[in-house]
């Protein structure tokens, strides 16, 4: 048996409670206070008066992917667009031998309405072809030679669930807007190696740790990911546990899969269940506001039309409806006011047909029509937010208010309004659609501000949250998500002790300095996995 005091600073039991310190023994916690310094403790931690947290879970994100960057041109981080193609310049001349030249993560307001055309890539890679994904996951830039090698031309029919942007001319510009149209496209991309599945769960598990995260949905899971899981949990390169959700497509292609859903969840469990689960199932109601691809109720402001619902209604209705049925839990991405609308029809389909829904989730939950409001709790429906999201970002001012009008971007990600309604809410952070760092999320949460304090009071100010509940979305609000309340979440005893030290106590911090509180310690059942 071994034992380790965390002491001498205040642990954060959960949103009512706190203690001096903190025991845990053989990856448990059994005490606090008084009984846990009493304890004979193999390994002692002073915490030198900074806060104890229970380990952060990550309610949507994509770690593959997160991994996945580091192994490409490094296009996310450059401020203009002659510096982004001077990193795509960079990568390809020093990989001369790569047949594909790949980036993931480009600032899509790099460009007018995040439009990019392909001859720009032509003049830098005119020999191979370019395929670059913007930060939002949604969008793809490719060069001529990738356009050409994924046969799409003026003549090619734009997908039903996607979209093939065009020049004045009718030609393909480069621009690739959801997986319909980019799918053409990253098909075509050599599959990783098992070295680099190696490279990016291992990179993706560094993030997490060194930022405090233990636990984390994987939002996007497809066979060839799977296998990088497995192979990761069983390596050890996972210092933290995660729930895998299997991607359904629409068009009846989640009927020839949904077997397969059954046989993935059961392997997973059967070959690393100390690291993995399989429990969810994972659909797209929609696209997002700012490439206008999200579905809404009405027009946008810049192009008269509502978006794009990926699913028809009634095929989605059926969908929810059967995974829910074989003991799945849903999760849907739905951004827009008319996509959130038809999420939450279909978890009351399901429920009517079914009778009993589990932990339903939608995720991102950012134009909420007013009339919705109560029925997330009505249907008890959990709202997953990616707080980082809510400011005034370059992202929201340059591309999604213009679409949307000034009533309608003020009424984005109302996550007060729908706490203190009563609805449950979990935290995530979408990585690596956006950092993976929870404290940077939190801090945003409770002041709506850039970083430069812009707007002064918070931008949509009623809807900013307390330390303490911003905290809790980020830990007990995605343990009850992922249906392991009685595991992890918060500190109390018997809990598994998977546990975060802070370089401060983050309760004695100015609001604005939250988000600037470090990570000095992570802990997964006891065993540390990032510090000294």
Not at 51 to 56: A, K, V
Not at 57 to 71: K, N, Q, R, S
Not at 401 to 417: F, S, V
Not at 427 to 438: E, I, Y
Request: net charge negative; glycine share 8%; charged share 25%.
């Amino acid at each position: 048996m071994t034992t380790t005091v965390w002491h001498n600073g205040k642990v954060w039991i959960n949103e009512t409670q706190t203690s001096n310190a903190l025991a845990a023994t053989n990856g448990l916690i059994v005490a606090h206070g008084d009984a846990a310094l009493a304890l004979n403790a193999d390994e002692k931690i002073d915490l030198k008066g900074a806060t104890l947290l229970p380990g952060f879970g990550d309610g949507h994100a994509h770690p593959v992917f997160g991994g996945i960057e580091t192994l490409f041109a490094p296009v996310r981080g450059p401020e203009k667009l002659e510096q982004l193609l001077e990193a795509v310049k960079t990568w390809a001349d020093a990989n001369p031998d790569a047949p594909w030249v790949r980036g993931e993560g480009y600032d899509p307001s790099l460009s007018p309405r995040g439009e990019f055309d392909a001859k720009w890539l032509d003049e830098i890679v005119p020999d191979r072809p370019v395929v670059l994904r913007a930060m939002d996951y949604h969008t793809a830039w490719v060069n001529t030679k990738a356009l050409e090698l994924a046969g799409i031309t003026k003549d090619t029919p734009q997908p039903g669930d996607g979209e093939i942007s065009l020049r004045e001319d009718g030609t393909p510009s480069g621009t690739l807007r959801e997986w319909g149209a980019w799918k053409m496209v990253y098909d075509l991309l050599p599959p990783l190696t098992l070295d680099q599945r190696d490279q990016a769960l291992r990179a993706a598990s560094t993030a997490f740790s060194s930022c405090g995260v233990t636990w984390a949905q994987d939002a996007w899971v497809e066979e060839d990911t799977m296998e990088s899981w497995l192979q990761a949990a069983k390596s050890g390169a996972l210092t933290f546990r995660a729930n895998l959700a299997w991607l359904a497509e629409p068009e009846g292609v989640w009927k020839t899969k949904i077997d397969s859903f059954e046989t993935n969840r059961d392997r997973v469990k059967r070959e690393a269940p100390e690291r993995l689960t399989g429990n969810t199932v994972k659909f797209f109601a929609d696209g997002i506001l700012e490439g206008g691809t999200a579905a809404v109720l009405e027009d946008y402001c810049d192009c008269p039309n509502k978006g794009m619902p990926n699913w028809r209604r009634e095929e989605l209705f059926e969908a929810v409806a059967a995974v829910v049925a074989r003991g799945f839990q849903a999760h849907i991405h739905a951004i827009g006011d008319a996509g959130i609308r038809n999420a939450l029809d279909a978890f009351e389909h399901a429920r009517k047909v079914g009778g009993k829904l589990i932990n339903p989730v939608i995720a991102h939950s950012q134009l909420i029509d007013p009339a919705d409001l109560p029925r997330f709790k009505e249907l008890d429906v959990i709202a997953n937010f990616e707080p980082l999201w809510a400011q005034l970002a370059n992202e929201q001012v340059v591309l999604t208010i213009p679409r949307l009008g000034q009533e309608r971007a003020d009424r984005q990600y109302p996550m007060a309004t729908l706490l203190h309604s009563g609805t449950k809410i979990s935290f995530g952070s979408d990585w690596p659609v956006t950092s993976p760092v929870p404290m940077e999320g939190i801090g945003i949460a409770i002041t709506r501000q850039t970083d430069e304090e812009f707007p002064p009071g918070g931008w949509v100010p009623h809807e900013r949250l307390t330390l303490n509940e911003a905290l809790t979305a980020y830990t007990m609000g995605t343990a009850v998500q992922a249906g392991e309340e009685e595991l992890w979440g918060d500190l109390a005893i018997g809990k598994r002790a998977d546990v975060v030290m802070m370089d401060t106590d983050i309760h004695s911090l100015e609001p604005m300095r939250v988000r600037k509180a470090k990570v000095v310690g992570t802990w997964l059942g006891g065993v540390r996995v990032f510090g000294k």
